[in-house]
């Protein structure tokens, strides 16, 4: 009886030991909108940017923002060891606003406060496109609880053609092409 | 003994389950110069800024470079729940050069090449003024692998002047301020 009490024990103690948390995965609902993620400032940091735009007059600069892109630990991990984003991947883009001339600040901007949220999914069996994308800041400007993907054209099909990585803006993201070079 | 050892395996178990890894603490050589921490773009992201200055000319904006900065997470966890960080609460500060005109982007910066790696670190015993701070790239760009504090007037008074939670800067990370917001 021991042995046997001792050997579950065991068991059991490896188990936990070797279980880690599961990755995060994005939740739809049964319209197949997607339910805001929560908890990605707990993510791993992929980068920021500033004011950038794809026209080179009007539009982002005008009011320059700050866009921070977040996405969970173990497909950042995933992405390190193989080159590749795992199924089920979410990359949140956080845009903030550009604070300047406060406190000491004299030039140059700090993140001031949060203005947009928005997520791509890879999801390969429920989007034809691999890939989907969503907003999650309502008329209102308040955050939404669920949204519905946008139409292809308006997100996917410029990542399909310029993203160096499978729809990913890699090319701006230093963290993910460290990894690269590493690999 | 089926009972002592049952009671043994779930105590065992509990306790496994409810180990947290340790949050990464500082660490010093002899000389009392920091080791370079490593790891810490899997720590919690805490705003990104860009060619801030404290001057109203010359200095940052010349070539303006992105900082970004990273916490442990239990470091953040403690200050979301107490509003205070933790001795041993290392910050790391990640200087970017910003670039421009890539890819498709038309306008704007995004972060390019890592041209910089600092540390403030909170020890009370360690440090008369409980923080202390460092760079960890050499004369020759490469990080170096430990270094010695900075004196007292080039890092920390401006810290102990200006930042407006124990020496760090939260009045510039929208993170931190909603933290505190809903304590």
Known sequence: MFKLTGAL??????ALLASEPAMVEPKFTAGNELVRPTGYHEWIFLGSSLGMGYQRSGGSNDEPTFHNVYTQPEAYRAYLKTGKFPDKTIMILELMTAGANASINKQGHFEDRLIGIEASVKDVNRFPEKWAYFNFIGNDRKPLVQSKA???????????????VDNVFEQFYPVLREAKQKQ
Chains 1, 2 share one sequence.
């Open 9 to 14: 024990c065991l068991i059991f103690g490896f």
């Open 150 to 164: 946008f139409a292809k054209q308006t997100c996917w099909s410029c990542h399909d053609e310029h993203a160096a």
